[in-house]
C-alpha cells in the first residue's frame, strides 16, 4: 500500500513571503498524489492531484505541486502566502490497484501578518 | 447543490456504550468512505462503500462496522466505545470507485466524538 511522509509538523511564514510544504511517497508504482486542505472546523477539500502526464500540477488558490519520481516527493508551493491560507495540509497517496488514498499526519501552515 | 453532510456534528458518549454516525452523500455519488481523524493526525481509513457492498476496510477492529443504504446515505456503527476511539469522524464521497478516474474525494464537516 502507498505510503506518504509529511516531514514538517508546523510551517510558520510571514504573509507575502513563498512556501513550500514537503511530501514524501513510498512507492513509484502507479502512484496517485493529492494535497487537500482543511480549515479549522472543516471537511477536507482537494488542492491538486497528480494522476499522471505533466509533473508541474496547479491548483486551486496558487497552489502548486511538482511529482519528482527520483525525489519520490510532491512537495506543495505557493510564491506568496496570506492569512486566509492558514490551514492544515494533507498529502495524500494512492497506488495501482487500491482506490483507497492513504493520508499522512498533516502541516499545520500558520501565516502570520 | 448540497455537498456531503454529516450528523450529529458532536456527541459525548461514555465509555462502553454505542453510537451510529450518519452520513448521506453528494447526489449521483454512490461511493462512501470513512476515515477516522484523531487530534493532531491525519485521517485513517476506515471503510468503504460502493453501490451497497463494502469494498475496503481499514486496520480497525471488528467493533466497527458500517453500511450503506440503496440511496447510497450510509452509517458508521461504533460499539463499546473506549477512549481511544475519541476523534473528528470524516465522510467522504466519490462518484465511483475512482470517482470517475479523478480520484478526488468529497468530504463532509464530521462528526466530532467525545468519549469520557
Known amino acids: 500500500a502507498q505510503s506518504v511522509t509529511q516531514l514538517d509538523s508546523q510551517v510558520p511564514v510571514f504573509e507575502e513571503a513563498p512556501v513550500e510544504l514537503r511530501c514524501n511517497y513510498s512507492?513509484?508504482?502507479?502512484?496517485?498524489l493529492f494535497w487537500y486542505v482543511q480549515y479549522p472546523n472543516q471537511g477536507l477539500q482537494l488542492l491538486l492531484k497528480?494522476?499522471?502526464?505533466?509533473?508541474l500540477v496547479k491548483g486551486i488558490n496558487g497552489f502548486e505541486a511538482e511529482f519528482n519520481k527520483s525525489q519520490t516527493s510532491f512537495h506543495l508551493r505557493k510564491p506568496s502566502v496570506h492569512i486566509s491560507d492558514t490551514a492544515e495540509y494533507f498529502c495524500?497517496?494512492?497506488?495501482?490497484?487500491?482506490?483507497?488514498?492513504?493520508f499522512g499526519r498533516g502541516t499545520s501552515l500558520i501565516v502570520h501578518p | 447543490d448540497a455537498g456531503v453532510t454529516q450528523s450529529p456534528t458532536h456527541l459525548i458518549k461514555t465509555r462502553g456504550q454505542h453510537v451510529t454516525l450518519r452520513c448521506s452523500p453528494i447526489?449521483?455519488?454512490?461511493?462512501v468512505s470513512w476515515y477516522q481523524q484523531v487530534l493532531g493526525q491525519g485521517p485513517q481509513f476506515i471503510f468503504q462503500?460502493?453501490?451497497?457492498?463494502?469494498?475496503g476496510r481499514g486496520n480497525f477492529p471488528d467493533r466497527f462496522s458500517a453500511r450503506q443504504f440503496p440511496n447510497y446515505s450510509s452509517e458508521l456503527n461504533v460499539n463499546a466505545l473506549l477512549l481511544g476511539d475519541s476523534a473528528l469522524y470524516l465522510c467522504?464521497?466519490?462518484?465511483?470507485?475512482?470517482?470517475?478516474?479523478?480520484?478526488?474525494?468529497?468530504f463532509g464537516e464530521g462528526s466530532r466524538l467525545t468519549v469520557l
Open positions: 512507492s513509484s508504482v502507479s502512484v496517485y
Open positions: 495524500a497517496g494512492a497506488s495501482g490497484g487500491s482506490y483507497i488514498p492513504t
Open positions: 462503500y460502493y453501490e451497497k457492498e463494502e469494498r
Open positions: 467522504a464521497s466519490s462518484w465511483g470507485l475512482w470517482s470517475g478516474g479523478t480520484g478526488e474525494l468529497f
Open positions: 497528480y494522476l499522471s502526464g505533466s509533473t
Open positions: 447526489s449521483g455519488h454512490k461511493s
